[in-house]
């Protein structure tokens, strides 16, 4: 059980760190063009320096709301992680850790809605490249989709023995 217990806590901390990686990193889109690779994240256009990110008006609002959601995801998992130090320690016996699972499925659902609108709006847009693809923050952000909703379910499931 105590294995159990180190290897979802080990998980979960990889969670958080590759959040705050995906989400603060640039590298969401990458593209190639004559003065050598470009990359455009949630906040920056890099190619050799960094600049604003341009977007038009009407994907502003798409961009807005998935910087809000990819932060609350942080926040979310970061709370996650610390309502389980704190039931591991003070859950009776017997008692699962439905708080702890319940608070890492909204998280999960947030990095659900981020990467989706990302998806939709601004999958193969690199301005002023050609060849778009999608970077190692993108790919990071779907890696912890899938470790958020695996660890919320194995909080739900587990008991404190």
């Known amino acids: 059980m105590l294995v159990l217990l180190a290897g979802i806590f080990v998980v979960?901390?990889?969670?958080?760190?590759?959040l705050f990686?995906?989400?603060i990193a640039n590298v969401w889109m990458v593209?190639?063009?004559?003065?050598g690779t470009i990359s455009t994240g949630l906040w920056l256009l890099c190619n050799k320096t960094c600049t604003q990110l341009p977007v038009s008006s009407q994907d502003e609002a798409s961009l807005k709301?998935?910087?809000?959601?990819m932060i609350l995801s942080i926040i979310f998992s970061v709370v996650a992680l610390v309502l389980f130090i704190i039931q591991?320690?003070?859950?009776e016996k017997g008692k699962r850790f439905y708080m702890t699972g319940a608070v890492m499925l909204v998280c999960w659902m947030c990095i659900l809605i981020a990467v989706s609108i990302y998806t939709a709006r601004f999958t193969g847009t690199v301005v002023y490249s050609t060849n778009p693809h999608h970077g190692?923050?993108?790919?990071?952000?779907?890696?912890?989709?899938c470790f958020s909703f695996i660890i919320g379910i194995l909080y739900l499931v587990l008991r404190k023995k």
Do not use: P
Not at 12 to 18: K, L, S
Not at 65 to 69: H, I, P, T, W
Not at 136 to 145: E, H, N, Q
């Open 65 to 69: 709301a998935v910087q809000a959601f």
């Open 12 to 18: 979960h901390i990889a969670t958080v760190i590759m």
């Open 88 to 91: 591991l320690f003070t859950l």
């Open 21 to 23: 990686v995906s989400t």
């Open 31 to 35: 593209g190639s063009s004559n003065i």
């Open 136 to 145: 190692y923050c993108f790919i990071l952000a779907w890696i912890c989709f």
